[in-house]
C-alpha cells in the first residue's frame, strides 16, 4: 500500500458559484480516491481529506491552478482514507456554522475585519510581555476542550458552532473587552469568523492563531503551552503532538484520566462521553445513561 496522509486546508475568498465549485470537487476527489469532508460557500472552501500521498500532492495541484485557491495554506496530517467513511461535497451558506453569513465579509486577501494572525512564536513572545492580561479563547465547541486545550484558556459553553454568537453576545466575557484575546481552534478557520464577531462586539485587542492548534502543536509539541490532545472529528478521534502525552481528560465513571472518546449508548442521547481504559473493560457502556 502506498503511504498516505490527510490534508486539511481553508481559505476565504469570494466564489461566484460555490455549486459548480462543488461538482467540481467531488469528481476531483474521486479521479484521485480521496475521502473527506469539503464545504463551499460564497465565502471560500474548507476540507479534510485522506488518501495517498501521491494523490493529495496531485490535488493540490488542480487546486492552484484555480485563482482563489492558489494560496490555500495545507496542514499535514497522519492519518489514511479510512478515517473517513465517505466523500462528503457540500455547498452551503456558510463553511463554518456561526449562523451569521450576511454578516461575514470577504475580500481577495481572506475575511475583513479578522483578529490579528499570531504565529506560535508570536504567541510566545506576546504571553512573556503581556503575562496575565493575554486571554485565551477557546474556539471549538466545549468538549473538544476537555481532552486539550491551551493551559488556562477561558472555554464558552458551546454544543455547536451556532452557540458561540450567542455567548458572546450575552455579557458574560464582557470583562476581556480591554484585554489581549488570542482566540484558537484546530486548523483556524473557526477563528477567522470568531474572531471578526468579536472586534465587531467590541472586544478591542483580538488575536487568531495562525494555522491553529496543528500548527502550534507542530512547533512546539507539548513543550509550551498546550496541554493534552488534539480532537478531531474522523474516526481518529484525537491526535497527540508527541509520544506518551499525559491525559487530561476524566472519566465520566472514575474520574481517571482518559483522552478516549465513546457516543453514549443510549439510542436518544448519543452524547460523546470520556470513558477511560479500565471502565471500558469493566462494559459500563451498556449502563443506563449517565447524562440523563
Request: aromatic letters at 10%.
Amino acid at each position: 500500500m502506498q503511504p498516505q496522509k490527510i490534508l486539511l486546508y481553508y481559505i476565504f475568498r469570494p466564489l461566484s458559484d460555490p455549486h459548480a465549485i462543488s461538482l467540481w470537487q467531488r469528481k476531483l476527489c474521486e479521479s484521485l480516491n480521496l475521502r473527506g469532508r469539503i464545504l463551499i460557500s460564497e465565502h471560500g472552501i474548507n476540507g479534510t481529506v485522506g488518501g495517498e500521498i501521491e494523490h493529495l500532492l496531485s490535488y493540490i495541484k488542480h487546486n492552484k491552478e484555480y485563482p482563489p485557491f492558489k494560496e490555500i495554506d495545507y496542514k499535514w496530517s497522519e492519518g489514511t482514507r479510512e478515517d473517513f467513511p465517505r466523500l462528503k461535497v457540500k455547498a452551503r451558506s456558510e463553511i463554518v456554522g456561526f449562523g451569521i453569513p450576511n454578516e461575514l465579509k470577504v475580500d481577495s486577501q481572506g475575511v475583513i475585519g479578522g483578529g490579528q494572525h499570531l504565529s506560535p512564536t508570536e504567541l510566545h513572545d506576546l504571553v512573556e510581555v503581556r503575562g496575565d492580561q493575554v486571554a485565551f479563547f477557546d474556539g471549538r465547541n466545549a468538549f473538544e476542550s476537555r481532552i486539550g486545550r491551551f493551559k488556562g484558556a477561558i472555554v464558552p459553553d458551546t454544543n455547536t458552532t451556532h452557540d458561540f454568537i450567542a455567548e458572546i453576545d450575552s455579557g458574560k466575557y464582557d470583562h476581556l473587552k480591554s484585554k489581549a484575546v488570542v482566540t484558537y481552534c484546530t486548523g483556524g478557520i473557526r477563528c477567522e469568523i470568531l474572531s471578526s464577531a468579536m472586534k465587531s462586539r467590541g472586544f478591542e485587542e483580538v488575536y487568531q492563531l495562525d494555522g491553529g492548534i496543528v500548527k502550534y502543536g507542530e512547533a512546539f509539541g507539548n513543550k509550551g503551552l498546550w496541554e493534552g490532545s488534539l480532537y478531531v472529528f474522523d474516526r481518529r478521534m484525537a491526535v497527540d503532538f508527541e509520544p506518551n502525552v499525559a491525559p487530561i481528560g476524566q472519566c465520566a465513571y472514575c474520574d481517571g484520566f482518559t483522552k478516549d472518546f465513546y457516543n453514549c449508548s443510549s439510542d436518544w442521547c448519543r452524547e460523546m462521553t470520556l470513558v477511560c481504559d479500565t471502565c471500558v473493560g469493566h462494559d459500563v457502556l451498556s449502563l443506563d445513561c449517565i447524562h440523563a
